[in-house]
């Protein structure tokens, strides 16, 4: 059964959805954009009927609760800051960290930042930060496909962009992989006052963040072929900024949404992470 929690926090109070018995293996699972912690709807009810207790919270500028005005608050070192307080509150000493997109890339930073927390990452989607950025650089590939970060940099522009004709802009990011009810939920969530900016802050404050080093923890890296915003340079070249165990797994025809997409196969995958890795 999954729960709607509230976790208080220096930060403010974010909310989160909760699933399995508090003594259960801490599996904390990070949101993307432009969703919220129900894109792990399959997946907690999976981790907490196996043993886990998961927690996957509606991340800074998402929660009501936890919602800066400033773009400065939504540095890298922020995003992972909260991580740690999460899980702080929560009572967890070391947990395993998931993330998917924007997620994704807190989560290579938190398991680079405090290994001596994280016992293994997965990351989805999105490689490790500095793969990406060399790539968006370098590779012509890459940057056609990351032509979408200066639109969404744009302040009010963006949102219009994105939330005229019902949200019909932010329907299109989904490309119609994910059930239309779903996409209806993230569309509300974001048409609340300031709810889109705060989420498009993440972007618009990646130039305030420092490089994120290798990740010596054992993890997981799972990439699919479809996925339009992440081309295959990046995803490659992620195994050289990881320093511990290493597993990169490649999804066939399934697009960046793999969580809601391919919830099977990514749960499978996820849950033989964790168990090659109990310490």
């Known amino acids: 059964m ?6 208080a926090t220096a930060a403010g109070t974010f909310d989160a959805l909760s699933s399995g018995d508090a003594g259960g293996r801490e599996v904390m699972l990070l949101h993307g954009f432009p969703e919220a912690a129900i894109e792990w709807e399959f997946q907690l009810h999976a981790l907490g009927g196996g043993g886990c207790h998961a927690v996957a919270p509606d991340q800074r500028g998402y929660s009501p609760g936890v919602r800066p005005d400033r773009v400065a608050d939504y540095r890298l070192a922020d995003l992972v800051g909260d991580v740690a307080a999460l899980a702080d509150e929560l009572g967890w000493q070391r947990f395993d960290l ?4 924007w997620g994704a890339y807190v989560g290579w930073a938190a ?21 990406f950025l060399r790539a968006m650089a370098e590779d012509e590939d ?21 939330l005229m004709d019902d949200g019909a802009g932010l ?16 569309v509300h969530r974001l048409s609340q006052p300031e709810a889109l900016t705060a989420a498009l ?11 994120t080093g290798p990740v010596p923890v054992p993890t997981l890296y799972v990439w699919s072929t479809e996925d339009s915003t992440v081309g295959s340079a990046a995803a490659m070249a992620t195994a050289q ?14 697009s960046h949404w793999i969580p809601e997409q391919a919830p099977e196969e990514l749960t ?6 964790l168990l090659a890795h109990r310490t």
Do not use: C
């Open 2 to 7: 999954i729960e709607a929690i509230k976790i």
């Open 142 to 162: 890459q940057a056609q496909r990351s032509q979408y970060f200066s639109l969404l940099r744009q302040p009010r522009v963006a949102e219009r962009a994105l």
């Open 241 to 254: 900024h990881v320093t511990g165990p290493y597993r990169f797994e490649m999804l066939e025809e399934v």
């Open 98 to 101: 998931v993330g998917h997109d």
């Open 111 to 131: 398991a680079a930042e405090m290994p001596e927390r994280i016992r293994s990452l997965t990351a989805v989607s999105l490689p490790h930060p500095a793969a």
């Open 268 to 273: 499978r995958l996820i849950m033989q992470h």
């Open 201 to 211: 802050n993440w972007y618009r404050a990646m130039h305030l963040s420092g490089p």
């Open 171 to 186: 329907r299109k990011i989904f490309e119609w992989k994910i059930p239309e009810e779903r996409v209806d939920d993230y």
